[in-house]
């Protein structure tokens, strides 16, 4: 089985500041992970996606992970912080290859302070 | 553009009534899913469809039904037996297998 946390429902950073969301699984196959971004009253949009091919992953609006089997995690970075960026982030495992099921996260809130 | 359309944006439900969020894509993709986004609890999935006339109970399916009978559509009633409706429900959609969802904008739900 699967699942996903995420430490902190929480981030605060001044605006220029690196981000860091954290993010560990569990899997007992090969993970496909993802981080998606939800502003308010909204659906969620990807940011990045892992499906074992290179361990750094670069996604959109500057944003990028890296996948660290050791560690069974999936940390979301950016290394200046903008006030756009402030919304919530989901990290997400697929439940199966042959579903596309995916279980999220309970999502980070991060907060730009300018 | 193609895209998820979700309706109503917001919805009030009755004690005992049943009621209908509508989901309808545009990006003929064979995958759809309703999930529940609960305040801390992140997305729960209720259920999803690989296929037209054929969909599967995810991890919170108990007081909801769905139907697909057309590829584009995936409508999601929850019913009288949902003890607890009022939440935000996402549906997304894509192409099938481990690729990325696309979602609707949500539908917050509400009990008088």
């Known amino acids: 089985a699967q699942s996903v946390t995420q430490l902190g429902s929480h981030v605060s950073v001044s605006e220029g500041a690196l981000v860091l969301l954290r993010c560990n699984y569990s899997s007992s196959v090969p993970p496909y992970l993802f981080w998606y971004v939800q502003y308010p009253n909204q659906g969620l949009q990807l940011l990045l996606k892992?499906?074992?091919?290179?361990?750094l992953v670069k996604g959109i609006n500057g944003f990028e992970a890296e996948f660290k089997k050791s560690e069974t995690s999936f940390h979301l970075t950016k290394p200046s912080a903008h006030m756009r960026d402030a919304a919530e982030y989901f990290c997400a495992v697929s439940g199966s290859s042959n579903t596309g099921k995916l279980i999220f996260g309970q999502g980070t809130t991060l907060q730009v302070k300018p | 553009d193609g895209g998820i359309t979700q309706s109503p944006k917001y919805l009030f439900r009755k004690e005992g009534q049943n009621v209908t969020l509508s989901c309808e894509q545009n990006l003929n993709h064979d995958a759809m899913y309703w999930y529940r986004q609960d305040p801390g609890q992140g997305l729960r999935l209720i259920y999803y469809?690989?296929?037209?006339?054929?969909?599967q109970k995810g991890d919170i399916a108990e007081g909801y039904s769905v139907s697909r009978e057309k590829k584009e559509s995936f409508p999601l009633t929850v019913t009288s037996a949902q003890k607890n409706p009022t939440a935000f429900y996402l549906c997304a959609s894509s192409i099938g297998g481990v690729e990325k969802l696309f979602f609707g904008s949500g539908t917050q739900l509400s009990v008088l």
């Open positions: 469809s690989q296929i037209v006339n054929d969909f």
């Open positions: 892992y499906t074992s091919a290179a361990t």
